[in-house]
């Protein structure tokens, strides 16, 4: 079905099964002290599962590329050590694996970071020490010497990280170089940083050795690179020895969404197409590529030789195998939601997936047994003895994840559905513009019920009666949650609509609008409300919007942003003190943020809301009073659980699991409810 995608590559020294590479993205597993097994794991279960060659998270070269203090480097025999364990792993499923260096530059998070001139980033409190002339030749030979190590090690190559704002990238940009020595001012002195270390890695890992340079090929910030500068440097790192060029979008700064699910899919290949046919060696294209009809589109269309994809292998390390044997609709698609990967990552936890739990669990859990005795994991689940009648009623996010779990165990599983569709509040997630894709996440739930053999009873409300008529054993109550009404004044004024009924498509909405509450569903519906509707995002529409010039005009490709002017005026409140929508995703936030600004939306703190009445919604914001003249008001203020099964079926001596928002409401999301259904069947 994909024959563009499983088409090898030839290296020369070296063949990759297939295009699909998985690429780098740090996970927290680096910096584990358990001799790097978990990670080892890790990449094993998605080397068996067919990626034709993985990247692993940045490594830096010295203490001073550290992204944050003690990362992971790559400086001594007792990391190369513990990396065989990474390696072996890998080709013990028949995999091939390189090791990402990157030195972080200005953007590391600890003081003693260095960049080759001494200009804050926004992104990081410490600004950076200017580096001497001798500092950057030692810098170089560190680059050389961790990728020998890398080899040392086992890897069958590395990938030097020249892109999205790093060290490398900070001496190509005149944004970040405003030296006047021989390694800045003109271009051929901004780029002799990144040349040099492509040589010096090559001379010293050796030429059968896998060397991929992450180019950075749209950087997204003012005083970045002209395209004919990218192209020269391209030409100038194939010169150097290169095997492959990776693309890099954006750096870290750049006010632009690159990879979240707002960004529509494939929206960068264009950019490596631009230098497809300029080169020798292949070419890789990244950037919100999430199935394998995309990348054989893409490859079949020739934006690039390879595709890149890392959060995909994520939320299903089987996505190549899948793919391949005729099975794509099982795949757990990577919703780019970034809400237990990038925003683990950028808190400081470990990575996962919402939609897939066990993502950097593998060590722990019994699908991804490794064959190697050394790399047994400690505790294993295993399947249950004796095979229960369990109910669960409810198939939103929680419901779906453990009837699914529970009947792959081998239990006999009933799901109960008020409803007449499986998903929950899913269905009205995947309505707002830009969270399309939460529609894979229902159909591969829908197919995982099939294939596991759950009895799925659509538009059935059950009661406790029901369900001890029918004999369950025990019961999983993934009811969810009900909106909650706040106590104003008026709540129940013909004015006041609930996101439901603005979702549901159930009430024509007006043209001043009042939200109360700024949560994610607040974000949400502002956004659904000032979008046009049934329209797919297209690439053109979201550069527009973001401010992308696809002609590259100006440095960096950046052009003024143009954002439609919505139809309606909306007010999105919240009580609380603090921005508005503090509390959204870590690294997606603030594009939510920027987006509804972008669309004039006036979003207010510290609101005392007084009553609601035919004139409006009146309100209080540090004692002074005024009235909203607004058509509607919807009410986004949190929700409270649906528990009410709960006390009969107790009473009748059911054994009963409460999980997602039947269990908590407060602080709940899909990844939360997920990860609760997979728990139930853990045990
Ligand atoms: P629900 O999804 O509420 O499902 C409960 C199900 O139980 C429903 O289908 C209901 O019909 C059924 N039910 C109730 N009582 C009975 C009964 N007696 N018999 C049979 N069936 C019954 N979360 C994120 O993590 N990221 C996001 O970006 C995100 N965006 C969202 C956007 C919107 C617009 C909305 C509304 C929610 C969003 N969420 C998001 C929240 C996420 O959808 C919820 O956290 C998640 O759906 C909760 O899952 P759940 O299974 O606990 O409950
Ligand atoms: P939420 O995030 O808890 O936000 C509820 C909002 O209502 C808050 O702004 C709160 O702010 C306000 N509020 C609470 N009680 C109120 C009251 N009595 N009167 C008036 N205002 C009140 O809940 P949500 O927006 O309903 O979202 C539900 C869950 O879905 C969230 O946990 C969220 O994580 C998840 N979700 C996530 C995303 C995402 O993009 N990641 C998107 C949608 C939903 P004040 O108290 O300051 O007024
Ligand atoms: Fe993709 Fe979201 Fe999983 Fe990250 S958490 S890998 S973005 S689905």
Same mark, same amino acid.
């Given at each position: ?244 060029? &990776?693309?890099?979008?954006?750096? #870290?700064?750049? $006010?632009?969404? /690159?990879?979240?699910? *707002? %960004?529509?899919?494939? +929206? ?69 939601? &970034?809400?237990?990967?990038?925003? #683990?990552?950028? $808190?400081?936890? /470990?990575?996962?997936? *919402? %939609?897939?739990?066990? +993502? ?324």
């Amino acid at each position: 079905m994909f024959p563009h995608l499983f088409t090898p590559l030839d290296l020369g020294f070296t063949t990759l099964p297939n295009r699909a590479l998985m690429g780098s993205m740090h996970t927290g597993l680096e910096e584990k002290k358990d001799d790097l097994r978990a990670l080892a794991a890790y990449f094993a279960a998605r080397a068996r599962g067919g990626a034709g060659l993985m990247v692993t998270g940045g490594i830096a070269p010295n203490r001073q590329g550290w992204l944050a203090p003690f990362g992971a480097k790559m400086t001594s025999g007792g990391e190369v050590r513990k990396h065989r364990n990474v390696t072996q792993a890998v080709h013990d499923e028949g995999g091939k694996i390189c090791m990402q260096i990157l030195h972080a530059g200005r953007y590391g998070m600890h003081p003693f970071l260095v960049a080759p001139s001494a200009i804050k980033a926004p992104i990081s409190p410490f600004k950076p020490w200017k580096m001497s002339g001798r500092l950057i030749r030692a810098t170089i030979h560190d680059f050389a010497d961790a990728a020998a190590r890398a080899r040392e090690a086992g890897y069958d190559g590395v990938e030097i990280m020249g892109s999205e704002g790093y060290l490398i990238n900070q001496f190509i940009a005149p944004r970040t170089n405003h030296r006047t020595d021989e390694w800045g001012g003109s271009f051929e002195n901004r780029i002799r940083f990144p040349q040099e270390i492509m040589q010096k890695v090559r001379e010293k890992a050796g030429k059968d050795f896998i060397v991929i340079f992450r180019v950075s090929m749209l950087d997204l910030v003012e005083e970045g690179s002209t395209w004919e500068e990218v192209e020269a440097l391209a030409l100038a790192i194939e010169a150097a020895g290169a095997t492959m060029i &990776n693309t890099g979008i954006g750096w #870290h700064e750049a $006010r632009v969404p /690159t990879i979240a699910t *707002l %960004v529509p899919r494939g +929206a960068y290949a264009w950019v490596t197409k631009r230098l497809m046919g300029k080169l020798r060696i292949p070419l890789i294209a990244t950037n919100r590529i999430n199935t394998p009809e995309k990348a054989e589109e893409l490859l079949r269309e020739g934006f690039a030789d390879m595709i890149s994809m890392a959060r995909p292998f994520l939320a299903d390390p089987d996505f190549m195998v899948k793919a391949k044997t005729q099975r794509a609709d099982e795949i757990n698609t990577c919703i780019a939601c &970034n809400q237990a990967c990038l925003d #683990h990552i950028f $808190r400081g936890k /470990t990575a996962s997936c *919402l %939609v897939n739990p066990r +993502a950097c669990r593998e060590w722990e859990l019994p699908s991804i047994l490794s064959t190697r005795d050394h790399l047994q994991p400690s505790t294993v689940n295993r399947p249950p003895s004796t095979v229960k009648k369990v109910a669960v009623v409810g198939a939103g996010p929680a419901g779906l994840s453990a009837s699914t779990e529970l009947a792959a165990l081998g239990h006999e599983v009933h799901l109960f559905e008020a409803s007449v569709e499986i998903g929950g509040q899913f269905n009205l997630a995947k309505r707002i513009p830009g969270k399309e894709e939460f529609y894979e996440t229902l159909r591969y739930f829908r197919k995982m019920l099939d294939k596991n053999g759950v009895n799925v009873h659509l538009n059935t409300r059950v009661t406790a009666e029901m369900l001890q008529a029918q004999g369950f054993e025990k019961v999983v109550l993934a009811t969810g949650i009900r909106p909650r009404t706040p106590h104003i004044e008026g709540i129940e004024h013909p004015k006041v609509l609930s996101y439901l009924e603005v979702l549901q498509g159930q009430k024509q909405v007006g043209a001043q609008v009042a939200i109360i509450g700024a949560g994610g569903i607040g974000f949400d519906v502002a956004a659904y409300l000032t979008h046009e509707h049934g329209e797919q995002p297209s690439v053109a529409h979201y550069q527009q919007e973001w401010g992308i010039d696809p002609t590259y005009s100006q440095r960096g490709g950046v052009a003024r942003p143009a954002a439609e002017t919505p139809k309606r005026q909306i007010w999105l409140l919240q009580r609380s003190k603090g921005k508005v929508g503090e509390k959204l995703g870590k690294t997606t936030g603030w594009a939510h943020r920027l987006g509804l600004k972008a669309r004039n939306v006036q979003m207010w703190n510290e609101v005392e809301y007084r009553r609601i009445d035919d004139e409006g919604l009146h309100i209080a914001i540090q004692g002074q009073e005024q009235c909203l003249q607004v058509d509607h008001v919807i009410v986004c203020a949190g929700q409270e659980p649906l528990r009410e099964l709960q006390a009969p079926l107790e009473a009748m001596g059911i054994p009963v699991q409460l999980i997602g928002g039947a269990k908590e409401a407060g602080e709940l999301d899909a990844k939360r409810a997920i990860a609760e259904g997979w728990e139930v069947a853990k045990g």
